[in-house]
């Protein structure tokens, strides 16, 4: 939503943000060489990747996105969030990928959807009448799925495949980037 193309390269450099204290985001791996895609990075938990996409969106425009996904939680205006820094429940957090699951519209998850006496007769269930909010339009959705598809295929969740034999369609994300 803010101009980056999941095919873009972005340099695997390390580098130093004068403006944010000289913070230098630092890959696990400790390899700084080459380029990778927006796809490629997310895919691979490369932090450099995703500092220095943060770097040229803004704080201010992902902290204002998590909002639209749900987050209520304190998110503080710094670089380091990219790479997992801000404290959000797991209950966030999946409201907030609910909105990749449903083309830009967000959900809030319910645990109990209906309560059954003994005889199969509802006593109870869930309704809700509130309308779903728009997280994102749903082209960026279906490109954000599609990018946390090559997390399972490719990427850091790829043991999902080859060690648990997990079949099926998955997205997902692994690692400290968000």
């Known amino acids: 939503q803010e101009g980056l193309d999941p095919c873009d390269f972005i340099s695997n450099e ?14 696990s791996d400790g390899n700084h060489e080459g380029f990778y895609s927006v796809k490629g990075g997310l895919a691979n938990s490369v932090n450099t990747i995703s500092a220095e996409i943060i770097n040229r969106i803004g704080t201010r425009a992902v902290i204002q996105q998590a909002k639209r996904m749900g987050i ?20 966030e957090m ?4 609910t909105a990749f699951a449903n083309l830009g519209q967000v959900v809030y998850p319910v645990s109990i ?3 059954q006496d ?5 006593l109870w269930e869930y309704q809700s009448d509130e ?3 728009s997280a994102m339009n749903r ?8 990018m946390m598809k090559g997390v399972i295929e490719r990427g850091t969740g790829k043991s999902l495949r080859s060690v648990y034999r997990l079949k099926g369609d998955y997205a997902g994300k692994t690692g400290t980037t968000q």
């Open 14 to 27: 390390l580098r130093t943000y004068k403006d944010y204290q000289n913070w230098t985001p630092k890959n």
């Open 72 to 91: 209520e939680s304190k998110i503080p205006n710094l670089p380091s969030i990219a790479l997992g820094s801000a404290d959000i429940s797991l209950y």
């Open 94 to 97: 999946v409201r907030a990928y």
């Open 113 to 115: 959807l209906k309560i």
């Open 118 to 122: 003994w005889n199969g007769e509802v």
């Open 131 to 133: 309308p779903m909010d």
């Open 139 to 146: 082209e960026t959705a279906q490109v954000m799925v599609e």
